[in-house]
C-alpha cells in the first residue's frame, strides 16, 4: 500500500466524495501519467467503485475541475479547511 492511501482514506472517511457511499478506492485526480507530482495529497481523493469507473469512462482528466469542487466541497464540510498541510498535521 502507497504511504498515502491509508490517509487519505481516513481524510475522506472511506466516503466517495461524489456521492458519500463507503469506499477505499484511493483515485488520482491528475494520472501519474500526465504528471511528475502525482504521489501529493491533494491529487489523491475516494471514490466508491460506481463513480471511480465512470470518472475513467470519460476520462479523468475531462473530470478534474469537477472532482476538485468535490474535493473542496467534502473537506470544508468535514474540517473547515482545504489546507492540506494542516489536515495532514491535524490527523498524523
Known amino acids: 500500500m502507497d504511504k498515502f492511501a491509508k490517509f487519505i482514506r481516513n481524510l475522506y472517511k472511506y466516503r466517495c466524495i461524489v456521492c458519500r457511499q463507503s469506499s477505499k478506492v484511493v483515485h488520482e485526480i491528475i494520472p501519474?501519467?500526465?504528471?511528475?507530482?502525482w504521489d501529493?495529497?491533494?491529487?489523491?481523493?475516494?471514490?466508491c467503485?460506481?463513480?471511480?469507473?465512470n470518472v475513467h469512462k470519460s476520462g479523468a482528466l475531462n473530470?478534474?475541475?469537477?472532482?476538485?469542487?468535490k474535493q473542496k466541497e467534502v473537506?470544508?464540510?468535514?474540517?473547515d479547511t482545504t489546507?492540506?498541510?494542516?489536515?495532514y498535521e491535524r490527523l498524523s
Open 32 to 37: 501519474r501519467s500526465q504528471t511528475e507530482e
Open 49 to 53: 467503485p460506481s463513480c471511480h469507473e
Open 83 to 87: 489546507n492540506f498541510g494542516e489536515l
Open 75 to 79: 473537506l470544508l464540510a468535514y474540517y
Open 63 to 69: 473530470h478534474e475541475d469537477f472532482l476538485r469542487k
Open 40 to 47: 501529493v495529497l491533494d491529487n489523491r481523493v475516494v471514490l
